[in-house]
Structures are given as structure tokens and as C-alpha cells.
């Protein structure tokens, strides 16, 4: 799996604005088993880099664009982080591998409360999920150093920028379900202001909820 993670992420590099994973990712995505996070029919797929369906109309991402989020966001030791779409609980793993703290939100409640179960199971003391409209990211919680959507929204949520640290970074799929998606990376200046870019072109499950 992870030799077709590295082909993916320098076959795009010159396009992804990056030069492939940093060493942290590669750690993370080396360590955390997917096959935990997929159901138990598919596990032989596990280690392929392709999305899997994990029940509910949702699937659990491609290793590779889970590396290439996780690396952009540039997470850190010591960053408390938010992750919008818990899904499985696999990319919510691999970002508690490398941030301090980890904020999991997802909408569907069967599979939050099933991927908050597997996450303690697994012994991930620093992450916490919750069910609920990620839209309106966590405030209780907030500010974040870097977020992390994992649904393809029409906008970038006023909530999530307002949530975001200056400095701060955040991956997002942006597109509607029938068109192109990019993956865009949009940073918070000190001053507030926010720049974004496109990384890649993709295709995500679409953001849903009430906004
Ligand atoms: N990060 C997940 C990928 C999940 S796919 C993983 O590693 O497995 C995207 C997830 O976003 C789905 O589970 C979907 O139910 C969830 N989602 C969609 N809209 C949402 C919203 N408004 N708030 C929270 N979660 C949402």
C-alpha cells in the first residue's frame, strides 16, 4: 500500500504545490492498521489504495489521499486538530499518530458511535468524537491549528474559518457530488484574511447536514 502511496504522491507533486509526504505521515500511515477500520467482508482489500464502503452510502478514503491531506494540513506534536466526516475513524487515527489532540465529527450516528468505540479500543486516548453537523465545526473546543474536512462542501463553512488559529491551516474538498472537486488548501493569516489553493482534483462522498 504504501509503495502506491509514494508513486501517487510524486507522480503529483509537481501539481499537488509540495514535494511528496514529510517522514511524520509516512510513520503514521506505516503504523495505523486500516484493516481495523474497514468491514470485516472487505478486509482483504485493506491494503489496496482505493477507497472501501463502510455501510450508510460512505466509504473510508484512499490511503493516498488521506496521506496527501494529513501532509498539507502540516499537523504537528502539540496541535490540537479538528476533522469534519469521522466516517470510519481511520483518517482520525492517523492524524491522533501525529497531532496532540484530535476533534472528530460526524453526522451519521451509527458510524460515529462505532468509529468512537474502535478509537478507544485501539487505545487513542487524544482523540474525542461526537455526532453532529461538523458545518459548525466545534466551538467549544476551538481554536483549532489545522481542520481537516473530509466531505465535499458547495463553500468553505464561515464557522470552521472563524475556528481556524491564525496561522492555521485547512484541507477541504470543495465541488458539488456530480462535478469536479478540488482538494483546496486555505490558510488563516495573522491578520485574519484567509489564501486559498488548489491541491488536486478528487471526488469525496458530498458534505451533508442542515446549513
Ligand atoms: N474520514 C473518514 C472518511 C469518511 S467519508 C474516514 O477516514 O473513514 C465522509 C464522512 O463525512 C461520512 O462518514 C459522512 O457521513 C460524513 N459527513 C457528511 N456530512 C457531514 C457533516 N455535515 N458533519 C459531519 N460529518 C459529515
Same mark, same amino acid.
Given at each position: 500500500?504504501?509503495?502506491?502511496?509514494?508513486?501517487?504522491?510524486?507522480?503529483?507533486?509537481?501539481?499537488? #504545490? $509540495?514535494?511528496?509526504? @514529510?517522514? !511524520?505521515?509516512?510513520?503514521?500511515?506505516? *503504523? /495505523?492498521?486500516?484493516?481495523?477500520?474497514?468491514?470485516?467482508?472487505?478486509?482483504?482489500?485493506?491494503?489496496?489504495?482505493?477507497?472501501?464502503?463502510?455501510?450508510?452510502?460512505?466509504?473510508?478514503?484512499?490511503?493516498?489521499?488521506?496521506?496527501?491531506?494529513?501532509?498539507?494540513?502540516?499537523?504537528?506534536?502539540?496541535?490540537?486538530?479538528?476533522?469534519?466526516?469521522?466516517?470510519?475513524?481511520?483518517?482520525?487515527?492517523?492524524?491522533?499518530?501525529?497531532?496532540?489532540?484530535?476533534?472528530?465529527?460526524?453526522?451519521?450516528?451509527?458510524?460515529?458511535?462505532?468509529? #468512537? $468505540?474502535?478509537?478507544? @479500543?485501539? !487505545?487513542?486516548?487524544?482523540?474525542?468524537? *461526537? /455526532?453532529?453537523?461538523?458545518?459548525?465545526?466545534?466551538?467549544?473546543?476551538?481554536?483549532?491549528?489545522?481542520?481537516?474536512?473530509?466531505?465535499?462542501?458547495?463553500?468553505?463553512?464561515?464557522?470552521?474559518?472563524?475556528?481556524?488559529?491564525?496561522?492555521?491551516?485547512?484541507?477541504?474538498?470543495?465541488?458539488?457530488?456530480?462535478?469536479?472537486?478540488?482538494?483546496?488548501?486555505?490558510?488563516?493569516?495573522?491578520?485574519?484574511?484567509?489564501?486559498?489553493?488548489?491541491?488536486?482534483?478528487?471526488?469525496?462522498?458530498?458534505?451533508?447536514?442542515?446549513?
Amino acid at each position: 500500500m504504501m509503495e502506491e502511496v509514494l508513486a501517487d504522491a510524486a507522480y503529483t507533486s509537481s501539481y499537488s #504545490g $509540495g514535494s511528496g509526504l @514529510s517522514p !511524520g505521515v509516512i510513520a503514521a500511515m506505516e *503504523k /495505523v492498521e486500516r484493516h481495523r477500520f474497514v468491514p470485516g467482508w472487505l478486509s482483504a482489500f485493506a491494503y489496496h489504495n482505493r477507497p472501501l464502503p463502510i455501510g450508510y452510502g460512505q466509504t473510508i478514503s484512499q490511503p493516498f489521499i488521506v496521506a496527501l491531506m494529513t501532509d498539507r494540513m502540516r499537523a504537528k506534536a502539540g496541535d490540537k486538530v479538528l476533522e469534519i466526516g469521522t466516517g470510519s475513524g481511520y483518517q482520525a487515527a492517523i492524524l491522533a499518530e501525529i497531532a496532540s489532540s484530535v476533534y472528530s465529527i460526524e453526522i451519521i450516528e451509527p458510524l460515529g458511535k462505532q468509529a #468512537g $468505540g474502535l478509537l478507544k @479500543s485501539l !487505545g487513542y486516548r487524544n482523540v474525542k468524537t *461526537k /455526532v453532529g453537523d461538523g458545518y459548525y465545526g466545534w466551538p467549544e473546543a476551538a481554536p483549532f491549528d489545522a481542520i481537516m474536512v473530509t466531505a465535499a462542501a458547495s463553500h468553505v463553512p464561515p464557522p470552521l474559518i472563524k475556528q481556524l488559529k491564525p496561522g492555521g491551516r485547512m484541507v477541504i474538498p470543495l465541488g458539488t457530488q456530480f462535478m469536479t472537486q478540488y482538494l483546496m488548501l486555505v490558510e488563516k493569516q495573522m491578520d485574519g484574511s484567509v489564501i486559498t489553493r488548489q491541491i488536486l482534483p478528487v471526488r469525496f462522498v458530498p458534505l451533508t447536514g442542515g446549513h
